[in-house]
């Protein structure tokens, strides 16, 4: 897993990320690890990001460009909170708040060795699945994509020079499929099948707002 995989980088162009900063580009290595419960990592690779003409590419990137800007008007607070919320690692994050289950519903060992092994197996295989993804298709940043909109094609984007996110700096992977996604997605289906419902109360913490926030069921997260 520690193993260095070459970024071969691909001819750049509208669409195509490049790494955004001077580090080799992150977790190449997940994108051919050997998984756990699937059969290969491209196994269940999503259909790709959505089409730079598309209108619905505009309808995305205007929001991106408006909502998620360091300086936005149109983000609430609340937006504001929860993307700092979500700023934490993902495993550490998940991880904390398996041990909050385990203890507050007295598990036992068995029972939590359980759950915790249903999680992670779905969450390495999450991200490995993801990261093949993220390095197949090399989709731009908003970082990218937005300074350089008069390259994608679309008349109904437009480029904006120094326009800088909320949540710095940038990771350095490509944008698409979201790492944080992906992770939820699968730890929160493993909870809801080791519970038998998708219907249970739990807490989680982040490190990044200081916040602890109560959901009242898995798919909430």
Not at 157 to 179: D, K
Request: charged share 20%; proline share 10%.
């Amino acid at each position: 897993r520690d193993d260095q995989v070459p970024f071969i980088q691909p001819p750049p162009g509208p669409g195509v990320w490049e790494p955004t900063d001077t580090s080799p580009p992150a977790a190449t290595v997940m994108a051919v690890t050997r998984p756990f419960a699937m059969r290969s990592p491209s196994q269940f690779r999503p259909d790709g990001p959505t089409p730079l003409s598309s209108s619905r590419y505009a309808v995305e990137f205007n929001e991106v460009k408006s909502v998620g800007r360091l300086d936005s008007t149109t983000r609430t607070p609340e937006q504001t909170a929860t993307a700092r919320f979500w700023a934490d690692g993902s495993i550490p994050q998940w991880n904390r708040a398996l041990q909050r289950i385990a203890t507050e519903r007295g598990l036992g060992l068995a029972g939590a060795a359980r759950m915790f092994a249903l999680g992670s197996i779905a969450g390495a295989d999450a991200a490995i699945g993801c990261f093949e993804a993220k390095y197949h298709f090399t989709w731009w940043r908003p970082v990218q994509a937005i300074p350089r909109a008069d390259t994608d094609g679309n008349s109904a984007t437009a480029p904006e020079a120094g326009w800088e996110p909320l949540l710095r700096p940038t990771p350095n992977h490509p944008e698409y499929a979201s790492g944080h996604a992906c992770y939820a997605a699968a730890m929160a289906t493993s909870l809801a099948s080791f519970f038998g419902t998708d219907r249970v109360s739990w807490n989680l913490n982040s490190t990044t707002s200081g916040e602890i926030r109560q959901f009242r069921r898995f798919s909430d997260a």
